[in-house]
């Protein structure tokens, strides 16, 4: 689902489209925009309206869930992302993503291990055309971002997680990453805040709280923080955020989820290389 993240939308059509194809892709226009289908040209576009956004998240994560279900009728696994975020899959580990879900088939629900993406002090400035990890390194995994992404039809997604069930299971394979691109790129970030600002000073109730009212004031405490992280080896950091988010999803049952607990990590690390070609 999207409103108006175009550079986002442009990363997530070209990075899908390779490995899924674009017919099999569906973008949710919040509010139509025909901007959408110049960029993802082959993509199934539909608009929802915008002219009423009281309760905000959970009347898209309603609308979202109807939707996956009703695409659960003709495909086996139906993945969902937001539109700054890219599932890449270690090559060392499966030959595609086609292939996570032939070795996952008896569970109903996946998880990917989360991280942020950086536009750090040394990087080189990207052109609409980059493709975004050629140019972007820097990364620091993230238990918030370690999201469910991909289900059978029937389970619902809700707040990072998936429904709590009897039958919900927190599977996260290795080997499988979920990029989130809100900070890969400061001048799509600035562009986005705006919008995020103005959709939280809205006087209808239920919308997005302080990380949307005070955006820019968010980015500048992430990228503070980011820079005042340790850098150390990808295999090391992989296998300290691995180790800790595998061993402690969180259940709140009063809230009816099953999700990653959101750690922070104290340290940064460097993308291998071959992420620039996933």
């Not at 199934?44 to 994560?61: A, H, I, K, Y």
């Not at 002090?121 to 991909?150: I, N």
């Not at 790129?185 to 919008?195: F, K, M, P, V, Y």
């Amino acid at each position: 689902m999207v409103y108006r993240d175009y550079w986002a939308l442009s990363q997530w059509y070209a990075h899908y489209s390779r490995h899924l194809g674009s017919d099999n892709l569906f973008i949710v226009a919040h509010g139509r925009d025909e901007r959408i289908s110049e960029l993802c040209p082959r993509a199934n576009v539909m608009s929802v309206p915008r002219d009423d956004l009281t309760g905000f998240d959970r009347m898209r994560g309603h609308m979202l869930n109807s939707i996956q279900d009703g695409l659960g009728v003709a495909y086996d696994w139906v993945i969902r992302t937001d539109v700054d975020e890219l599932i890449c899959v270690d090559p060392s580990h499966y030959s595609s993503l086609e292939d996570v879900f032939r070795q996952y088939n008896r569970v109903s629900s996946l998880f990917a291990l989360g991280m942020n993406v950086v536009d750090a002090a040394d990087d080189v400035e990207l052109e609409q055309s980059d493709a975004v990890l050629t140019k972007r390194r820097h990364v620091v995994f993230s238990g918030h971002y370690s999201k469910a992404f991909a289900v059978k039809r029937g389970v619902h997604m809700l707040r990072h997680g998936i429904k709590h069930t009897a039958n919900a299971s927190f599977t996260l394979p290795q080997g499988v990453y979920l990029l989130h691109l809100k900070y890969a790129n400061t001048d799509a970030l600035q562009i986005s805040n705006e919008h995020r600002t103005a959709i939280a000073s809205g006087a209808q109730p239920g919308l997005p709280g302080t990380a949307w009212s005070e955006a820019d004031l968010d980015a500048e405490r992430f990228y503070k923080r980011f820079e005042n992280l340790p850098q150390v080896a990808w295999n090391e950091a992989l296998g300290a955020a691995y180790t800790q988010i595998a061993a402690m999803p969180e259940t709140e049952k009063d809230k009816g989820v099953l999700r990653a607990k959101s750690i922070k990590f104290d340290c940064r690390t460097v993308l291998p290389n071959w992420f620039k070609y996933c």
